[in-house]
Antibody, heavy 130, light 106 residues
């Protein structure tokens, strides 16, 4: 069974750090790009960061750029999110999500890819409070 | 930055058709996905690439995308469909979610 399981959440003071982990199982982790998506209490989904299968492409939302670092260990089937300089507005459930790629072609025959998030973990809760 | 706009809430009677719009500039030029999230649960994709349904998603779920609006349609809505629904698209290398629509089945 394809599964993602997040861990590492907890209560941290403003300015503190936390490292989230996401353990993947049931699929070839090294073949997929991965994402972190968060949801503040009572709010909608907010994309945080993504990393390509070999870690050569990494992207961040402006709200976390310079404070959060995404990484992965394909040998260990694990995804990570190092969160520094945490603020109250970082309080949220953090989900890891697998990115599924669909190969498409333009009218001129060029290949491109479309992605969507097909598998989500149950999430881990981060609370930033003094 | 690119934005997707959804109505905060939509109500529908059981058995009727629910229509949830998602608007964004030239959204029809991009592919849209839709995610359903029930209380206390993780999101689940119900539509990807504008119109496609993953296995396990009932046929009553359908999607379309043209111009500035993507639409999720639920035909013959059931009580179990009550949930929050989020549209999603890509902007360059960033993932954009709509603000979400709470579907209430009255």
């Amino acid at each position: 069974e394809v599964q993602l399981e997040e861990s590492g959440g907890g209560l941290v003071r403003p300015g503190g750090s936390l490292r989230l982990s996401c353990a993947a199982s049931g699929f070839t982790f090294s073949n997929y790009s991965m994402n972190w998506v968060r949801q503040a209490p009572g709010k909608g989904l907010e994309w945080v960061s993504s990393i390509s299968s070999r870690s050569n492409y990494i992207y961040y939302a402006d709200s976390v750029k310079g404070r959060f670092t995404i990484s992965r260990d394909n040998a260990d089937n694990s995804l990570y999110l190092q969160m520094n300089s945490l603020r109250a507005d970082d309080t949220a459930i953090y989900y890891c999500a697998r990115e599924f790629a669909i190969q498409l072609w333009t009218q001129t025959g060029e290949v491109y890819y479309y992605y969507y998030m097909d598998v989500w973990g149950k999430g881990t809760t981060v609370t930033v409070s003094s | 930055s690119y934005e997707l706009t959804q109505p905060p809430s939509v109500s529908v009677s059981p058995g009727q058709t629910a229509i949830i719009p998602c608007s964004g500039e030239k959204l029809g030029d991009r592919y849209a996905s839709w995610y359903r999230q029930k209380p206390g649960q993780s999101p689940v994709v119900v539509i990807f690439q504008d119109t496609k349904r993953p296995s396990g998603i009932p046929e009553r779920f359908s999607g379309s995308n043209s111009g500035n609006t993507a639409t999720l349609t639920i035909s013959g809505t059931q009580a179990m469909d009550e949930a929050d629904y989020y549209c999603q698209a890509w902007d360059t290398s960033s993932v954009i979610f709509g603000g979400g629509t709470k579907l209430t089945v009255l």
